[in-house]
């Protein structure tokens, strides 16, 4: 061979190195249904997400994510969120190569075996009225893109992390699970006064609040009275008497909208 | 006129030498073997002495004085991922294993590097739990030092540099290795970590001087050793088994005692029938030959991922009105036991964390197991979870009051397992496990003290969250260990009452303060996160 074509061949080698044949990702999950798969991506799914997503997709320090499908993700649009994480959350990017294609596909063809149905019933509710009922009795808590109050969870996502059922439950019958930073805390002064807030961070000898005016502060626990953990959620129970069962459904289809995105532009 | 010169430096280079105090020599076998010396002049093996206790004869820091302590200087490893090891002192330098198969010499006075020792890291290295190591061993003018890529390296003490290279086995089936080397006679001991990838794991024994194989102990036994029936078909191929905790010497009766992990796959019951022996036990071997002497197998046919690599503590102990020569271990399964060393015989087995699983250890040393325990698809709820009721987190042995030492944690899991798929070089746990929430079992720790002759609690220091820090306790009566929050704790040993604390900003996460003499006053020297901190009196 001389070096000529020697050169010839070397080149057109790296060039089809350097440039391979485009890779698309498929729109469909190709391993939907497939038993094997979905034993696997049950062991995948069980090892990588449950800790977060619990272990039957409804949510433990994540997001419900058994109705993303209802909520109109599609099989390609999960794969690229699992696979490049979700910015500005906790959710990781699952990267090549320690988790392959197949990985992805599988775990999704799993999850698809717990995704909640599609609801029977008709959509219910208002959503322009929805938003005013979330601005009087909700925004003073929870902001909605950077809109709203600091001391509950930011909602801006909530209609893409909790189904209507969950939250549903939640605004009637509120909860004795504490979302991480977002438990009650009464913390008594040496002078005998209260402060209430919600806790940031505790280790034996020192607490972090967020107090009711969204002050943060932290306190040395030998040098204030007391510091009571509270037992029920700071966010009040929203009885009939408080929400009517119609601007509850409106509020209900109001947060059903807050996906972190507009839904009218198509995603990447 | 060159030669002149040449030897006018070289008088003059002597000169200084014998002006200079004489640097100590080699390190012998017998200073490794004489574990931590009353003059606090040197550490040199991983629990402070063969028998692990962790326990230090200085006195100058004490009850009542350990609020005086400041920090002195503070040392980065400008590098991801946290220390687990324990650093070896000798001669005013410290010896420094880290993170990402980085090492140090660093002056103990000051903190500053003398020199750094970096491997490569291969990019498809399956290592399960963390890119982690355990310590250096010392022996001579080299330093041992176990990497991510299931080698066994030699350093040269002076420079960092690679005396000799030692494969242990292929890390592209899921061998590594992050155990701290234990160094005996003219041996260095290491063990293959890898039990979630379905190797079949080992202990090692290598010439120090030429990193010459001299034997090797398989954990799992082949087909014809005695053992290996009790692994169904041939699941002993895959078996686990690994060992990543340095174990314990006694010199005595020349055996080396050391904790084997989980069978692989961790939690699916069918697919490996029996007891899955070493897997879950405590092997005691001749030193020389490596072959087995005894084993307790403390958990046995294991489907919660209950690895015995906790550390073993020897001890010569009255009970029973008699002097007994024991072994203390305090298992991930939730039980602390107390063994007769000499043949592995059971003294004492008690609960030191709640424990759902088993109702008792029988009379035959086997856990009286309650029904309802072995991981399915749908899962069942077990305490402890699947860290234990301790795990790879030091303990310590104060000889003068007799107590065990131990970071506990209170925590229940509910347990799933499939049948799994065995692939060369991919995780084999056919499980995983889920933490109870909050609301319904919440989850915390003590640290304990626990009486070796009864496993009775003398004491407990209460933690809001489990805590994974060793723990060093000192002649003075001091203990010092940290929470899982990062602080630094000094507790009365005898008491557990809290005497002073720092918030480090990182926890101690399996590893534990040491402590040692320079310039004459007394140093303690705190491993957290990425950082180093020596401590010492105002």
């Known amino acids: ?268 | 006129m060159r030669i002149l010169q040449v030897s006018a430096f070289c008088v003059l280079l002597a000169a200084v030498a014998i002006a200079q105090q004489a640097p100590p020599g080699l390190v012998s076998i017998q200073e490794v073997a004489q574990g931590l010396p009353a003059d606090g002049s040197r550490w040199l093996t991983f629990g402070g002495n063969y028998a692990n206790h962790r326990h230090s004869p200085l006195t100058e820091i004490t009850p009542d004085n350990v609020t005086r302590l400041q920090p002195l200087w503070t040392f980065q490893t400008a590098t991801l991922g946290n220390f687990e090891t324990t650093s070896l002192v000798r001669d005013n330098v410290l010896y420094v294993t880290g993170p990402q198969n980085l090492a140090w010499a660093i002056d103990a006075r000051t903190g500053r590097q003398i020199w750094r020792y970096r491997r490569e890291l291969p990019s498809n290295l399956t290592a399960c739990c963390g890119l982690v190591n355990r310590g250096f061993g010392v022996l001579g003018d080299k330093l041992f030092m176990t990497t991510l890529d299931a080698h066994l390296i030699a350093l040269d003490m002076k420079t960092g540099a690679v005396v000799w290279d030692t494969t242990l086995d292929d890390y592209k089936v899921g061998h590594s290795s992050t155990i701290a080397p234990l160094v005996v006679k003219d041996k260095v001991i290491v063990g293959a970590a890898g039990g979630e990838y379905g190797i079949r794991a080992f202990i090692d024994a290598y010439d120090a001087a030429t990193g010459k194989r001299a034997w090797r102990f398989y954990t799992v036994p082949a087909p014809g050793e005695p053992g290996n029936d009790t692994w169904a078909g041939d699941s002993w191929k895959t078996g686990g088994a690994s060992v990543w905790v340095t174990g314990a010497y006694d010199p005595e009766q020349n055996l080396l005692l050391y904790g084997i992990g989980n069978p692989g796959p961790d939690y699916h019951s069918e697919s490996r029938k029996g007891d899955n022996l070493y897997s879950n036990s405590l092997v005691a071997l001749d030193a020389d030959t490596g072959k087995l002497k005894w084993h307790y197998q403390f958990t046995p046919h294991d489907v919660h991922d209950w690895d015995a690599t906790e550390v073993p503590i020897l001890a010569d102990l009255p009970i029973g009105g008699q002097t007994r020569k024991v072994v203390m271990f305090a298992n991930r399964n939730g039980f602390y036991y107390t063994l007769d060393r000499t043949n592995g015989k059971l003294i004492v087995g008690k609960p030191f964390v709640t424990t759902t699983w088993a109702k008792e250890i029988g009379a035959d040393g086997r856990p009286v197991l309650i029904a309802g325990h072995t991981p399915d698809e749908k899962g069942e709820v077990t305490c402890p979870d699947l860290t234990g009721g301790t795990n790879f987190w030091q303990p310590s042995f104060d000889p003068s009051t007799r107590t065990f030492f131990v970071n506990a944690r209170e925590v229940c899991m509910t347990f799933i397992s499939w049948k799994p798929e065995y692939k060369a070089g991919e995780r084999y746990t056919g499980g995983a496990g889920q933490r109870v929430r909050e609301s319904e079992s919440p989850a915390w720790g003590a640290l304990r003290a626990i009486d070796p002759a009864t496993g009775n609690r003398k004491w407990e220091f209460k933690f809001l969250s489990p805590s994974t820090s060793g723990i060093l306790t000192t002649a003075s009566g001091l203990l010092f260990s940290g929470d899982a929050d990062g602080n630094l704790l000094a507790l009365d040993s005898r008491s557990g009452k809290l005497l002073w604390r720092y918030q480090l900003g990182a926890p101690l996460h399996g590893t534990s303060p040491t402590t040692y003499m320079i310039d004459g006053r007394q140093h303690l020297l705190v491993p957290s996160g990425t950082t180093l901190t020596a401590w010492a009196l105002k």
């Open chain 1, 1 to 268: 061979m001389t070096w000529r074509v020697f050169a010839a061949v070397f080149v057109s080698w790296v060039l089809a190195w350097a440039a391979p044949a485009a890779q698309t990702t498929p729109t469909k999950n190709p391993l939907e249904g497939n038993p094997d798969a979905i034993l696997a991506g049950m062991g995948g799914y069980r090892v990588r997400c449950a800790d977060c997503h619990g272990l039957d997709g409804r949510g433990v320090r994540g997001p419900d994510i058994t109705q993303v499908w209802n909520a109109g993700r599609t099989d390609d649009g999960l794969f690229k969120t699992i696979r490049s994480g979700v910015t500005g959350s906790e959710m990781p990017a699952f990267a090549a190569p320690r988790t392959s294609d197949r990985d992805l596909w599988q775990m999704l063809a799993y999850l698809k075996t717990l995704a909640a149905p599609a609801p029977a019933a008709p959509v219910r509710g208002n959503a322009e009225n929805g938003a005013k009922v979330f601005r009087t009795l909700c925004a003073a808590c929870h902001k909605v893109d950077s809109t709203g109050g600091r001391l509950g969870p930011d909602l801006s996502r909530i209609g893409s992390a909790r189904s209507r059922e969950v939250l549903l439950a939640r605004i009637r019958r509120g909860s004795e699970d504490f979302r991480a930073g977002f438990a009650p805390v009464t913390v008594t002064t040496p002078e005998g006064a209260s402060i209430q807030g919600v806790k940031k961070n505790e280790d034996l000898f020192s607490v972090q609040i967020m107090d009711t005016r969204e002050r943060i502060q932290g306190y040395e626990k030998d040098k204030v009275k007391a510091v009571e953990n509270g037992r029920t959620s700071a966010m009040p129970v929203f009885g009939p008497d408080r929400l009517s069962d119609s601007d509850l459904d409106d509020l209900l289809r109001y947060l059903l909208t807050l996906r972190g995105f507009d839904p009218t532009v198509k995603q990447q």
